[in-house]
C-alpha cells in the first residue's frame, strides 16, 4: 500500500493556516487545563464539543487531539512543582518529580519530562501512520458478527483494565448500556424506557451524557476536593536538565515509548495505566530501586514518555476500527459523528484528508508542545495562584451555554444538569464516568450488529462458528471473564494449602 503519497498530501491539509493555529490553539488549550488540577482533557473535549458545530471537520479534530496530548504534559507541572498531579495519568511523575523539585532539580524534572513527551508521542505517531491503515485494510472484512463480539470485548475490557474498582466499573458500563437503550428502536420504531416523554423518543444524546458527566461533574467535585489553599509554587530556577541527566533517562524514555505505545492500543488501557506499568518497570529493571520515591529521573522520563505514546496510539482503534479504546476517545468518536463523519476502516479512504491531516497535526502538535513547555513555565505558575471559585462559575455558565446551542433545548440544559450530579456523586462514591461513556457509545454498535448478525445467521447462534475472527474475539472475550476467577481460586488454593503445611 502506498501510503507516502496521502501522508504528504495530510502535511499540505495540517499546514494550511487555518489548521495550524487550532492545532497551536489545542496544545496550549490541552497545556492549561493540564495543570489546572481536576479539569482533565475528558471534561474540556465535553465543554467544547458543540463549540465545534461551526468549524471544519479536519480543522476541529486536529484542535481536540492537540489538547488531548497538550494535557498530558501540563499534568506533569504541578505534579513535580505542587505535588498535585493534573492529570490521572500524571500521579506517578508526583513520586520522584516532586522529590526532585525539593532539591532544587525541578527543571531538570520538567525538561526530561517534555523530552520523554516529545519522543514517546513521536515514536507512537510513526506508529499510527503505518499501522492504522494496515488495521483498516484487514478490518475491511469485518462484518456485523466480528463488529458485535468486538463490541462486546470492548466494553468488557473498559470494565476490567480500567484502573479504579472493577465491580463498580462493571456497574457503570451496565448503565451506560442501559441508558443507550432509551428512545426509539431503529429496527422496530418502538419507543423503549421513554416514559411517554417526547424529547427522549430520539434518545439521549451522547454528548448530553459527556457533558454532564465530564464537564459539570468533574466541576462539582472539583470544587469541593480543592475548597482547601493552595499554595502557589516558586518557578524553578534551572530549566533545563545536564547531559548526565538526559543520557541517564534515555533508556527509561525508550521503554516508555514502547510500553505506552502497546498499552494505548488496548480497549481500558489508555495513559493512566501505562505510566502505572512504565514506573513499574523502570522500578524492576533498576540496579537500585531504593532510589525511587527519592528522586530517580527514570520515575519521571519513563511515565511521561509511556502516557504521551499512549495518548497517541489510543487514536488507532478509534480511526481504524472504530472502537474508542478510552473515555477520551468517546468523546473524540461523538466528535466525529456531531461532523457527520462515522469513524472506522473506510475513513482512511472516504476521508484522507481528515485522517491524514489529523495524524500529521500531531507531528506538528508535538514540536510546538516541547517548544512552549519550558519557556511557559512561568506563566503556568501564575495560572495556578487563580482560584477555583472564580473559574468554576464561568466555566459551567460556558456549559450550560454549550448544552442548549446543540438543539435550543432546556431540555438537554437539563439533562446535563442532572448528569453532572450524578457525574458527582458517582466520583464520591468512587465510581468512574468513563466505564458509562464508553459502554454508552459502543453499545448502539453492540445491539446493531448482534441484530444484524441473527438476521444474516437466519436466529441460529451455531453461524457465529462460520467466522474464525468471530470465535476468536468471543474466545478472548472468555479469557477476560475468567482469567481473573480461576487465578483468584489458585491464589486461594495455594494460600491454603501453604496454611495446612504450617500447622503440621
Same mark, same amino acid.
Given at each position: 500500500?502506498?501510503?507516502?503519497?496521502?501522508?504528504?498530501?495530510?502535511?499540505?491539509?495540517?499546514?494550511?493556516?487555518?489548521?495550524?493555529?487550532?492545532?497551536?490553539?489545542?496544545?496550549?488549550?490541552?497545556?492549561?487545563?493540564?495543570?489546572?488540577?481536576?479539569?482533565?482533557?475528558?471534561?474540556?473535549?465535553?465543554?467544547?464539543?458543540?463549540?465545534?458545530?461551526?468549524?471544519?471537520?479536519?480543522?476541529?479534530?486536529?484542535?481536540?487531539?492537540?489538547?488531548?496530548?497538550?494535557?498530558?504534559?501540563?499534568?506533569?507541572?504541578?505534579?513535580?512543582?505542587?505535588?498535585?498531579?493534573?492529570?490521572?495519568?500524571?500521579?506517578?511523575?508526583?513520586?520522584?518529580?516532586?522529590?526532585?523539585?525539593?532539591?532544587?532539580?525541578?527543571?531538570?524534572?520538567?525538561?526530561?519530562?517534555?523530552?520523554?513527551?516529545?519522543?514517546?508521542?513521536?515514536?507512537?505517531?510513526?506508529?499510527?501512520?503505518?499501522?492504522?491503515?494496515? #488495521?483498516? *485494510? =484487514?478490518? &475491511?472484512?469485518?462484518? +456485523?458478527?466480528?463488529? %458485535?463480539?468486538? @463490541?462486546? /470485548?470492548?466494553?468488557?475490557? !473498559?470494565?476490567?483494565?480500567?484502573?479504579?474498582?472493577?465491580?463498580?466499573?462493571?456497574?457503570?458500563?451496565?448503565?451506560?448500556?442501559?441508558?443507550?437503550?432509551?428512545?426509539?428502536?431503529?429496527?422496530?420504531?418502538?419507543?423503549?424506557?421513554?416514559?411517554?416523554?417526547?424529547?427522549?423518543?430520539?434518545?439521549?444524546?451522547?454528548?448530553?451524557?459527556?457533558?454532564?458527566?465530564?464537564?459539570?461533574?468533574?466541576?462539582?467535585?472539583?470544587?469541593?476536593?480543592?475548597?482547601?489553599?493552595?499554595?502557589?509554587?516558586?518557578?524553578?530556577?534551572?530549566?533545563?536538565?545536564?547531559?548526565?541527566?538526559?543520557?541517564?533517562?534515555?533508556?527509561?524514555?525508550?521503554?516508555?515509548? #514502547?510500553? *505506552? =505505545?502497546? &498499552?494505548?492500543?488496548? +480497549?481500558?488501557?489508555? %495513559?493512566?495505566? @501505562?505510566? /502505572?506499568?512504565?514506573?513499574? !518497570?523502570?522500578?524492576?529493571?533498576?540496579?537500585?530501586?531504593?532510589?525511587?520515591?527519592?528522586?530517580?529521573?527514570?520515575?519521571?522520563?519513563?511515565?511521561?514518555?509511556?502516557?504521551?505514546?499512549?495518548?497517541?496510539?489510543?487514536?488507532?482503534?478509534?480511526?481504524?476500527?472504530?472502537?474508542?479504546?478510552?473515555?477520551?476517545?468517546?468523546?473524540?468518536?461523538?466528535?466525529?459523528?456531531?461532523?457527520?463523519?462515522?469513524?472506522?476502516?473506510?475513513?482512511?479512504?472516504?476521508?484522507?484528508?481528515?485522517?491524514?491531516?489529523?495524524?500529521?497535526?500531531?507531528?506538528?502538535?508535538?514540536?510546538?508542545?516541547?517548544?512552549?513547555?519550558?519557556?511557559?513555565?512561568?506563566?503556568?505558575?501564575?495560572?495556578?495562584?487563580?482560584?477555583?471559585?472564580?473559574?468554576?462559575?464561568?466555566?459551567?455558565?460556558?456549559?450550560?451555554?454549550?448544552?442548549?446551542?446543540?438543539?435550543?433545548?432546556?431540555?438537554?440544559?437539563?439533562?446535563?444538569?442532572?448528569?453532572?450530579?450524578?457525574?458527582?456523586?458517582?466520583?464520591?462514591?468512587?465510581?468512574?464516568?468513563?466505564?458509562?461513556?464508553?459502554?454508552?457509545?459502543?453499545?448502539?454498535?453492540?445491539?446493531?450488529?448482534?441484530?444484524?448478525?441473527?438476521?444474516?445467521?437466519?436466529?441460529?447462534?451455531?453461524?457465529?462458528?462460520?467466522?474464525?475472527?468471530?470465535?476468536?474475539?468471543?474466545?478472548?472475550?472468555?479469557?477476560?471473564?475468567?482469567?481473573?476467577?480461576?487465578?483468584?481460586?489458585?491464589?486461594?488454593?495455594?494460600?491454603?494449602?501453604?496454611?495446612?503445611?504450617?500447622?503440621?
Amino acid at each position: 500500500m502506498d501510503i507516502f503519497g496521502p501522508v504528504i498530501e495530510g502535511f499540505g491539509t495540517v499546514l494550511e493556516p487555518s489548521n495550524l493555529l487550532y492545532c497551536f490553539i489545542g496544545v496550549l488549550v490541552g497545556m492549561l487545563i493540564g495543570v489546572l488540577p481536576g479539569l482533565g482533557p475528558a471534561a474540556t473535549m465535553a465543554i467544547l464539543l458543540p463549540m465545534t458545530f461551526g468549524i471544519e471537520p479536519v480543522t476541529a479534530i486536529i484542535m481536540l487531539a492537540g489538547i488531548f496530548y497538550g494535557a498530558q504534559y501540563g499534568g506533569t507541572i504541578t505534579s513535580v512543582l505542587l505535588r498535585l498531579p493534573g492529570e490521572a495519568s500524571s500521579v506517578v511523575t508526583v513520586f520522584d518529580g516532586f522529590q526532585m523539585a525539593k532539591q532544587g532539580r525541578a527543571g531538570a524534572a520538567l525538561g526530561v519530562a517534555a523530552v520523554g513527551s516529545f519522543i514517546g508521542g513521536t515514536a507512537s505517531i510513526l506508529g499510527l501512520t503505518f499501522l492504522a491503515p494496515l #488495521i483498516a *485494510g =484487514f478490518a &475491511l472484512d469485518f462484518g +456485523p458478527p466480528e463488529y %458485535a463480539a468486538l @463490541s462486546l /470485548l470492548g466494553v468488557t475490557l !473498559v470494565a476490567t483494565i480500567s484502573s479504579g474498582n472493577k465491580v463498580k466499573a462493571l456497574i457503570a458500563a451496565a448503565v451506560g448500556v442501559f441508558l443507550a437503550m432509551v428512545g426509539r428502536d431503529v429496527f422496530t420504531g418502538t419507543e423503549r424506557f421513554t416514559f411517554d416523554n417526547l424529547s427522549l423518543s430520539d434518545g439521549i444524546d451522547f454528548v448530553t451524557v459527556a457533558m454532564g458527566l465530564f464537564g459539570l461533574g468533574e466541576i462539582l467535585y472539583n470544587l469541593e476536593e480543592r475548597h482547601k489553599a493552595m499554595a502557589a509554587p516558586d518557578k524553578p530556577k534551572r530549566v533545563w536538565p545536564t547531559r548526565g541527566e538526559l543520557r541517564q533517562s534515555a533508556p527509561a524514555i525508550g521503554r516508555g515509548s #514502547i510500553l *505506552g =505505545f502497546l &498499552l494505548g492500543i488496548l +480497549p481500558g488501557g489508555g %495513559a493512566t495505566i @501505562s505510566s /502505572l506499568a512504565a514506573y513499574g !518497570v523502570e522500578k524492576k529493571v533498576a540496579k537500585d530501586p531504593s532510589r525511587f520515591g527519592k528522586g530517580a529521573i527514570e520515575g519521571v522520563a519513563g511515565p511521561e514518555s509511556a502516557n504521551n505514546a499512549a495518548a497517541t496510539s489510543s487514536f488507532i482503534p478509534l480511526l481504524s476500527l472504530g472502537i474508542p479504546a478510552n473515555a477520551t476517545m468517546a468523546l473524540m468518536f461523538g466528535a466525529l459523528l456531531i461532523q457527520g463523519i462515522t469513524p472506522g476502516p473506510l475513513l482512511v479512504s472516504d476521508e484522507p484528508e481528515l485522517f491524514w491531516g489529523v495524524v500529521n497535526s500531531m507531528y506538528i502538535g508535538n514540536i510546538l508542545l516541547l517548544i512552549m513547555a519550558i519557556p511557559l513555565i512561568g506563566v503556568f505558575v501564575k495560572i495556578l495562584s487563580v482560584r477555583p471559585a472564580i473559574l468554576a462559575p464561568i466555566t459551567v455558565l460556558i456549559t450550560l451555554i454549550g448544552a442548549y446551542t446543540i438543539k435550543n433545548s432546556v431540555f438537554d440544559v437539563g439533562l446535563v444538569v442532572l448528569f453532572g450530579v450524578i457525574g458527582y456523586l458517582m466520583k464520591k462514591a468512587g465510581f468512574e464516568p468513563g466505564p458509562l461513556v464508553l459502554a454508552f457509545v459502543l453499545a448502539e454498535l453492540l445491539e446493531s450488529s448482534v441484530r444484524r448478525s441473527l438476521i444474516l445467521f437466519e436466529g441460529d447462534l451455531g453461524g457465529v462458528f462460520t467466522r474464525p475472527i468471530t470465535v476468536t474475539l468471543l474466545f478472548v472475550f472468555l479469557v477476560v471473564i475468567f482469567l481473573p476467577i480461576i487465578q483468584k481460586m489458585l491464589g486461594s488454593a495455594k494460600a491454603k494449602s501453604k496454611s495446612k503445611e504450617l500447622v503440621s
